[in-house]
Structure formats: C-alpha cells, structure tokens
C-alpha cells in the first residue's frame, strides 16, 4: 500500500513497512529487567508517519505537552490519532474508530494498481519494559482494514502482521517466541490490533513469550487511559439529573460530578476550591452542586456570607476553568473513561487530551490551569496533551513543552 513519503517539518521518524510481509522477528534474548523503565506505563510519542496532512512526523509526549501552529497546521488531526489508537488498544473495531477513514488518507496520496490508498500512524509507550514501538498501517481504499503491524523493544521485533492474501478478512501475524521455534504464526483478524489480542493468543510459556505479552500489556495499559475532554459551558450552565457522577467529555454533567466529589474526598475538594479561588473573580469559599428538589442539581459558586453565584451566570472562560481543573484533580474512577481494570489504580497513568486549551480562558485563567497541570504530571498519575494557537503564554512554565507543528 503505497504511502507518498513526503517529509514533514517536525522531527523525522522512519516509514513504518508493516504493509510488506513480516521478516523474522528477532530471537534476541530479552531485555534485563535491570533495565526496567518508569513504573507507570505512558506514550511517550506519538507519530504520523502518514496521516492526513502529516507525514513523517513524531511528537514527543512530557507530562505536559502543548501542541502550536496557526489554524491548518494540524493539532487537531494529531490529537485525532492519539485517541484513535487508544481506542484500537481497547479493542474496538477499526470501523467504529475510523468512520470517515479517507479523511485520514495523507493529501495528495494517489491509489496503486489495485486502487489501494491507506494511512500509517504509531507511538511509543514507555514502562517498565523500557521504550515499546507500535506502528500500525491502514488500508482506507477500497475497503477499511488493519494491512500490518510492527511492536518492538529494545531492537527486537515482537510483533508483526502482513496482509497476504486480499480475499481473506485476516492478516498473517508472526510473534516472537524463543522457544524451540523461534516464531510462532497465526492469522489474526485485519479489523482489530493484533497487540490487543495478543493475551488472548500468546501462553507465556516461554521467555521469548513472556516479553511479547509484557510488551503488548504495556502498550495496551499507556493507550486505555486516555480522557478525550471538551468543556462546553453552554451544558454546564444547565441544571442536570443526579446520576452516577461520572464527568462526561463535554463537562456536561459537571453539578452531578461535584454533588459527588464533595462528599466523597473532602481533601481533594478542597484543593478543587482553592484553584477555582485562583481563577476567578470575586471571593470563592466553596464550589457545590445544590439540589432543586426536582431530581437535577445547579452548579454554584459559594462566595461567602450567604452569597451565591449559580453557573448560570458565569462567563464561558470561567466555566471552562472550572471544568478542565475538576479533570486534572480527580482520576479515572470519577471521568468517563475505560481503564485497564485488571491494572491496579497506583500503577496507571490517565492521559487529558484537549483541543483548543486556552480558549475564553484569560491570561490568569491558563497560567494558573497550566501550573496545576504540571504540579499533577509531576505526581506521574495524570498527562495532559492540549493545543494552542498561540502557545507564547505556554512557553517558559515549569513541567510543560511547547511543540511547534509547522505547516
């Protein structure tokens, strides 16, 4: 499946070749374990080897990364491929993560002989297995299939499929054994990622599997945790039904969150108080939700002295505040999300994905919500990946990086 290799303007990485068929994988012996990275697995880059309007680009994750160019230039389609791969490691079919796959296709690729256009994106999950490489290669034309796949560790090919035979919905997978046979082949099914359903498939009888099966978990465990977030105040201005007290993307539901939260964690309410007091106008000594006696709750700030401002009456930077600081101080157990539950909490880390960061927030408003992002990233527990036009106020803050998208 040809791919134009046109270079982009950020950082080169190589082609991925998954579409070819698989070489032997490598029957290197593993890594020591002395050699373990940090304990908690997180992508720590992303690349679009050929997606949309990015070729050849890679982008390297912090704890706190901003992305930057003018309108064009690309962040939103990268935070795009951010969430379609951890939707692809949580197991969901590749037509539900890609409903419009020709938008993905690179500008300007041409079909081959056989009308075939597709896309290559990929990252790279650091933990305790060091540096793990996924690159994955998607035909979108003339029907929506994985075509290869390649996960690799420390020089080691522990992974890969090749689409052999176009008439079957499957894909060739070779996987590292090391064991009397250095390779073990199966097909796989061309519509999910083969690393996802490599626990259903490898045994980890021998060294060589054990190490697939820690790479593939490792992979797996960084991409799940991910919380794509998009306040919109016009929803959170809204009384809502008390329910379950999940934060839903949009913060639509955030008086049902906090109903919640204030009740349960007293201490991390508290802080949730103290950097909404630094962010908004006016005295702030308490954030709550307040029953209407109908079933729904209002979201209000408590200003003191039997004041109080319902969220009605906040502008669209402060609700926006509000909302982006509540995700940043709570976790996966309060946020919508889909965590590996087999991972205990201690051992995860949950990734903040969000377009436009600093939009309505004033100057006070984004310094404030940047520093608290990176006093939360320090901690390991929680990574926010955002974007911004003008990234000049982002620039210079301890803890968070400024990468420049150039188109």
């Given amino acids: 499946m040809p791919v134009p290799s046109i270079p982009g303007t950020s950082r080169h990485v190589p082609e991925s070749t998954a579409s070819e068929p698989p070489p032997e994988p490598s029957t290197r012996a593993p890594r020591p374990a002395t050699a373990a990275g940090p304990a908690r697995p997180h992508i ?69 002989a056989q009308r075939r256009r597709g896309f290559r994106i990929g990252c790279t999950a650091d933990g305790p297995e060091g540096p793990v490489r996924l690159d994955v290669a998607v035909q979108a034309e003339p029907d929506l299939r994985i075509v290869g796949e390649r996960l690799t560790a420390d020089g080691v090919t522990l992974l890969e499929t090749a689409l052999r035979d176009p008439g079957r919905r499957a894909v060739q997978a070779a996987w590292h054994t090391a064991g009397s046979a250095p390779v073990t082949r199966a097909p796989l099914p061309d519509d999910h990622l083969g690393t996802a359903l490599l626990p259903l498939r490898v045994a980890g009888k021998t060294d060589g599997q054990r190490r697939v099966l820690a790479a593939a978990e490792q992979m797996v465990v960084a991409l799940r945790s991910v919380f794509p977030c998009d306040p919109r105040p016009d929803w959170m201005r809204v009384p809502v039904p008390i329910g379950p007290g999940r934060l839903l993307g949009g913060c639509d539901n955030l008086a049902d969150v906090l109903w919640r939260t204030r009740q349960e964690c007293a201490r991390r309410h508290q802080q949730f108080v103290t950097a909404v007091r630094a962010g908004c106008l006016g005295p702030v000594t308490d954030v709550l939700a307040e029953p209407l006696g109908d079933g729904t709750v209002r979201g209000v700030l408590d200003r003191g002295d039997g004041n109080r401002t319902d969220f009605g009456r906040l502008g669209d930077g402060e609700l926006r505040y509000l909302a982006l600081t509540l995700v940043l101080l709570t976790g996966p157990g309060v946020l919508e999300v889909d965590p590996p539950g087999e991972v205990p909490p201690a051992m995860r880390t949950l990734t ?56």
């Fill in 44 to 112: 720590s880059e992303l690349r679009l080897s050929a997606f949309a309007g990015h070729r050849r680009v890679g982008v390297p994750l912090g704890p706190v990364t901003v992305l930057a160019g003018p309108s064009g230039c690309g962040k939103t389609t990268a935070l795009r491929a951010y969430e379609a791969l951890a939707r692809l490691g949580s197991g969901a079919p590749l037509a539900e993560v890609f409903p419009d796959p020709v938008s993905c296709v690179p500008d300007g690729a041409r079909p081959d």
């Fill in 352 to 407: 903040v994905l969000t377009d436009g960061l600093e939009r309505a927030l004033d100057p006070r408003q984004r310094t404030e919500l940047l520093a608290l992002a990176a006093r939360m990233g320090e901690r390991g527990h929680i990574r926010l990946l955002g974007t911004a036009g003008d990234p000049a106020w982002a620039r210079g803050t301890p803890g968070a990086a400024v990468v420049d998208l150039n188109p």
